[in-house]
């Protein structure tokens, strides 16, 4: 019998001048990016924790810390690699992901298709099962005032047996 388990991340970063939009391993061409450590892929970050929480391995900040030289502007992709291999050696395997970016701008729909090839080339999974949709937030709260974007993102796990 499988055992299944469920995760859920949420992660949010602030618009920065001068700094590239990188959003589920892609670049998006857009006036400002997300400021962060590491390339502030928020997506990706979000995903992490979802899968992290899901495997009971704690949060990405307790794996990568901001403090730490060695994230700086580091590729988020690298991050979910290693998260992926943290979550096999506990001998679980992803089922799938839904997740929820929200953002007033940019347009997140037209990057959706190549966020999802990416993904599952980097998580080595059937982009089938990375879900992304996309929301804003009706001009209200940070997001609604296109002060950066949100992240919502739940995982499915389950044993390998």
Same mark, same amino acid.
């Given at each position: 019998?499988?055992? %299944?388990?469920?995760? %859920?991340?949420?992660?949010? &970063?602030? %618009? *920065? #001048?001068? #700094?590239? =939009?990188? =959003? ?15 390339? *502030?892929?928020?997506?990706? &970050? ?5 899968? =992290? ?9 307790? &794996?990568? +810390?901001?403090?730490?030289?060695? $994230? ?8 979910? #690699?290693?998260? /992926? ?20 701008? +940019?347009?997140?729909?037209? &990057?959706?298709? +190549? /966020? ?6 980097? /998580? ?9 949709? *996309?929301?804003?937030?009706?001009? /209200?709260? %940070? ?14 796990? $389950?044993?390998?047996?």
């Amino acid at each position: 019998m499988n055992s %299944f388990r469920v995760g %859920f991340g949420y992660d949010v &970063h602030v %618009f *920065a #001048r001068e #700094r590239e =939009l990188w =959003l589920g391993g892609i670049r998006i061409e857009h006036t400002m990016g997300l400021l962060g450590h590491s390339d *502030a892929d928020v997506l990706i &970050h979000a995903i992490c924790d979802g899968i =992290l929480g899901a495997a009971n391995l704690r949060d990405i900040g307790y &794996h990568f +810390p901001d403090t730490a030289g060695e $994230y700086k502007n580091i590729d988020s992709k690298i991050l979910l #690699r290693k998260t /992926m291999i943290l979550l096999r050696s506990k001998g679980y395997e992803l089922g799938n992901i839904d997740c929820t970016v929200c953002a007033e701008e +940019p347009k997140i729909n037209p &990057h959706i298709l +190549p /966020m999802q090839a990416c993904l599952s080339e980097v /998580m080595e999974i059937d982009k089938d099962l990375i879900s992304i949709k *996309a929301t804003t937030s009706e001009r /209200m709260g %940070f997001v609604g005032r296109k002060e950066g974007v949100a992240v919502y993102a739940t995982v499915l796990i $389950y044993k390998v047996v």
